[in-house]
């Protein structure tokens, strides 16, 4: 799993079956895939904020974004002025960006699918890369009691051999009850600590209980983060048919 998403943001671009409330002592493969499955549905759109901030500027954004199962996903900048209407496009392995400004569709290269996206501590490649941890991993449960002064439970997740992943282990600590996460934990193929994301504030969106702020931390810049708040989510809605067209990418 890339990011979850989980933007992750990107998060709400996949594809899934209708959530359940979780049962009392779910098994860490059940655990895992209530994760994968908290935020998809086979259509979505969210707006949210997305703050950026780094070691020499701060930057945020309003945008909204729509979904249809994994390969399609369109997101529209809002505010501030300066960026409103620039949008990305994904289809399948291929992303398109829209600068309003030139009026100008640009297909990105795959020399550019590890930049970063929007200026977040996400990249290009974050956006159509995706696994699922109960498939792609081997897993356990590494830890189950209280920690930080809460009950938490703690899975562990190893690539398989032949696994098209990138990260050589993924850390998962959910809210022992619920499930909810808490925090995902990658780690590079030298065992080193990448990135670190957060959920915060559940609350009811899009008539589930889910995280509404998560927050990405690179681990070499810890001062750096990615903050994404979402305002409204509406899951399993009806698109227009050319929603994820290029002609509707720079309207």
């Known amino acids: 799993m890339k990011c979850i998403c989980w933007v992750c943001v990107l998060m709400l671009c996949m594809v899934g ?37 780094t070691e020499h500027w701060t930057r945020e954004m309003k945008m909204e974004g729509w979904s249809e199962g994994k390969e ?64 792609d991993y081997t897993f356990e449960n590494t830890f189950r009691g209280e920690r930080g002064g809460q009950a938490v439970v703690e899975i562990t997740c190893t690539p398989k051999p032949k696994a098209a992943v990138v990260w050589g282990k993924v850390v998962v600590e959910v809210r022992d009850g619920d499930y909810m996460p808490l925090k995902l934990l990658y780690y590079d193929e030298d065992m080193e600590l990448a990135r670190t994301m957060t959920f915060e504030e559940i609350k009811k969106l899009g008539g589930r209980m889910l995280p509404s702020v998560m927050k ?17 989510v509406e899951f399993d809605i009806k698109l227009k048919k050319d929603i994820f067209s290029l002609r509707n990418l720079q309207r």
Do not use: C
Request: glycine share 6%.
């Open 72 to 135: 399609k996903s369109l997101f529209r900048i809002l505010a501030p002025k300066k960026e409103k209407g620039m949008a990305t496009l994904k289809s399948g392995e291929n992303i398109w960006n829209y600068l309003p400004k030139v009026k100008r569709v640009i297909k990105l290269p795959s020399s550019m699918m590890g930049g970063s996206w929007m200026g977040s501590h996400l990249t290009n490649d974050d956006l159509v890369k995706e696994s699922r941890m109960a498939e």
């Open 216 to 232: 990405v931390v690179p681990a070499d810049k810890p001062g750096e983060y990615t903050l994404f708040t979402y305002e409204k």
């Open 17 to 53: 079956m209708a959530l359940a409330e979780p049962k009392q002592k779910l098994t860490p493969k059940e655990i895992l895939d209530y994760v994968d499955d908290l935020y998809r549905g086979e259509s979505s759109y969210a707006k949210m904020t997305m703050k950026v901030q």
